[in-house]
């Protein structure tokens, strides 16, 4: 059980910022919000995790909710490299098991 | 280049062939971890390997049987497969299993069972 929720599928312009959002409602105070990305034909890559706070990498923004049951994934300018399915997933701190645990995720295009 | 490398990158076998997957991570990482993903199915954990030792097999058949012979290599043997068992076949590592540890992941091999 992913833990979840997320559009299955998105669209956007290439040079525009993107927006991918995601629902945990139940998560827990020990959970982190990872993203993670898998462009086609690859493994999926790291994109960004945080607790509370906003988070900025070379990559893209993670904006966390004040009560932290949804995040947004912010791609500040989309390239058409962009175009993959991005997973957000909810990691347990509080255990010592380090296992991700993949839903759906979100199918983003990018138009040129 | 994520520093964790698969081969073959595709096989197709007949459902009396063996063969074996192989994964290999630069990295220096303790912890090593084999993904199935089906089409239209989520990725889904198989087996996790740490400090070269088997702490999880997900109710795994046994015709998937894993081996970690040190912590940079680990294989997949494949033995009697079905039709069902084509997908593409990831592997991961981490530093440790610890919670929060990002993991690196292969290319996968795209197998086909026919």
């Known amino acids: 059980d992913a833990k979840t929720t997320q559009p299955n599928s998105m669209e956007s312009n290439e040079e525009e910022p993107v927006h991918l959002p995601c629902n945990h409602s139940?998560?827990?105070?020990?959970?982190?919000i990872h993203w993670y990305r898998q462009l086609p034909s690859q493994g999926p890559e790291y994109v960004i995790h945080?607790?509370?706070s906003n988070v900025n990498n070379r990559m893209a923004s993670l904006a966390i909710a004040e009560d932290r049951k949804s995040s947004t994934l912010i791609l500040h300018r989309a390239t058409l490299r962009d175009a993959a399915v991005y997973y957000c997933i909810r990691r347990n701190y509080g255990g010592s098991q380090g296992n991700l645990i993949f839903g759906k995720g979100t199918k983003l295009s990018v138009k040129p | 280049e994520t520093g964790v490398t698969q081969t073959p990158r595709h096989l197709v076998m007949g459902m009396t062939n063996k063969k074996s997957l192989k994964c290999e991570q630069h990295?220096?990482?303790?912890?090593m971890y084999w993904y199935k993903q089906s089409a239209k199915k989520p990725l889904e954990l198989m087996f996790v390997?740490?400090?070269?030792?088997?702490?999880e097999n997900n109710s795994v058949p046994s015709r998937f049987s894993p081996e970690c012979p040190n912590s940079s290599h680990l294989f997949l043997h494949l033995h009697t497969l079905q039709p069902e068992d084509s997908a593409l076949y990831l592997c991961?590592?981490?530093?440790?299993?610890?919670?929060?540890?990002?993991?690196?992941f292969g290319p996968g091999t795209r197998l086909l069972v026919l």
């Open positions: 390997y740490s400090l070269e030792e088997r702490v």
């Open positions: 945080g607790l509370t």
């Open positions: 990295l220096g990482h303790n912890a």
């Open positions: 139940t998560i827990s105070g020990t959970d982190y």
């Open positions: 991961a590592s981490s530093q440790d299993r610890r919670a929060g540890e990002t993991q690196y």
